[in-house]
């Protein structure tokens, strides 16, 4: 009678509506735990290769950087720098062009499935390259007010530059430009708000106040509150006493004169002093890499730009 009963309540189990809703929901739960695990290992996967292809980048930018000083600091720079930015890294081929203008980066480290291991998928190799490029920039949003006039910079000794014409050795000529009504005295402290490009042409500057300009710049080199302070051969990127310069073919003094922006190019200003001569800024002009479009028919002037290629 009992057994009886069960096979009953079996048969019932079986054929009943309700038996019918409990295996599709048996059956649906196993599928969205299923889809949820594939989900999660593609996810992770996606996620770790993310973050592979961005320690890359950052490592090629770092390299790149360098790369324009020095190539076996680049070098060094990069390899000490993805250890650090990615974890278990089991391959790292770093590869520089013989005109030191592309560095390429290739990392991998290996990846295991969290859910998708037990169904049997086996583990793999995570690898991402990337290139930078460097060279001439085509632009630049930030310049200071003064032009230079193009010539070979030298970047292993240090320069005065004055709005005067001098005979003292190592006396370079820069221009006061007029960009706009107000702006010479904010483009020193902050840099020139709109975006000027090679080709451009620019204009002297005729009226301003030399103690004004002066001024200006102390308030530059006091807003480098780095430590230990910087100079020509050790300095934080992007420090105040960096100034980003256009390079025009001919400075002119007449206001009516156009002056054509032929490339840029960074000088690191050491100190700053007004003589009765005019405006000297002391300082070095720098091998240096901003973020900026990047122009091969550009000369560098000792600045470039970097683009990652993938
Ligand atoms: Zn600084």
């Given at each position: 009678m009992i057994n009886m009963q069960k096979k009953v309540n079996l048969k019932q189990f079986i054929f009943s509506t309700k038996g019918s809703s409990s295996i599709v929901v048996v059956c649906s739960a196993v599928m969205i735990l299923l889809t949820a695990a594939l989900v999660t290992d593609i996810g992770y996967a996606a996620f770790e290769r993310y973050k592979l292809s961005k320690g890359a980048k950052e490592v090629a930018k770092i390299g790149a950087a360098e790369l324009i000083k020095n190539r076996e600091t680049a070098v060094r720079m990069m390899k000490e720098n993805a250890v650090q930015k990615v974890s278990s890294l089991s391959e790292m081929d770093i590869k520089i062009s013989d005109n030191h203008r592309e560095i390429s980066i290739r990392l991998g480290k290996p990846f295991e499935y969290i859910f998708l291991g037990y169904a049997g998928i086996q583990s793999k190799e995570l690898k991402e390259g990337v290139t930078a490029r460097l060279s001439g920039i085509s632009q630049y949003k930030g310049i200071r007010p003064f032009a230079v006039e193009k010539q070979?910079?030298?970047?292993?000794q240090d320069f005065i530059l004055s709005n005067q014409k001098s005979e003292r050795p190592n006396s370079i000529r820069i221009r006061e430009l007029d960009?706009?009504?107000?702006?010479f005295e904010s483009s020193i402290l902050y840099g020139f708000r709109k975006n000027l490009k090679a080709g451009n042409g620019v204009y002297p500057l005729n009226e301003f106040s030399k103690e004004q300009t002066e001024q200006c710049i102390k308030q530059l080199l006091d807003k480098c509150k780095h430590k230990p302070r910087c100079t020509p051969e050790n300095y934080q990127r992007d420090c105040s006493r960096i100034m980003i310069l256009p390079v025009v073919g001919k400075l002119q003094d007449e206001n009516q004169e156009i002056m054509k922006i032929e490339g840029f190019t960074a000088f690191f200003i050491k100190n700053t002093n007004t003589t009765k001569q005019g405006l000297v800024l002391e300082g070095r002009f720098l091998k240096y890499t901003v973020d900026s479009r990047i122009n091969?028919?550009?000369?560098?002037f000792g600045l470039m730009g970097i683009e990652l290629i993938q």
């Open positions: 070979n910079f030298r970047f292993d960009l706009g009504n107000g702006d091969d028919a550009v000369p560098d």
